[in-house]
């Protein structure tokens, strides 16, 4: 810590300078600590995937979380992208 910024460094290597008035005018979140993480998973599938096959998919991850007592709550987004 200078008299201007805070120097960081993340899990990945990457330095993130933050100006000190910034840490004393806004709430800094520590996420690492946080008791939530997310988790984004992209899948691929081809377009001739039926809907019932993507629904039958969602369905089984929606059930094998559930058994897993290590998860309290979860959201499952499902989106269309066409390239």
Do not use: A
């Not at 100006?19 to 988790?39: G, H």
């Not at 809907?51 to 989106?79: A, G, H, Q, R």
């Amino acid at each position: 810590m200078t008299l201007s910024y805070t120097k960081l460094i993340d899990s990945s290597g990457n330095v993130i300078y933050i100006p000190n008035k910034n840490i004393l005018l806004e709430t800094i979140e520590n996420l690492s600590q946080s008791k939530f993480n997310k988790i984004e998973i992209n899948l691929s599938l081809p377009l001739v995937n039926e809907k019932t096959k993507i629904d039958n998919f969602i369905e089984k991850l929606e059930k094998n979380l559930k058994k897993n007592k290590l998860i309290s709550s979860f959201n499952i987004n499902f989106s269309i992208e066409i390239t």
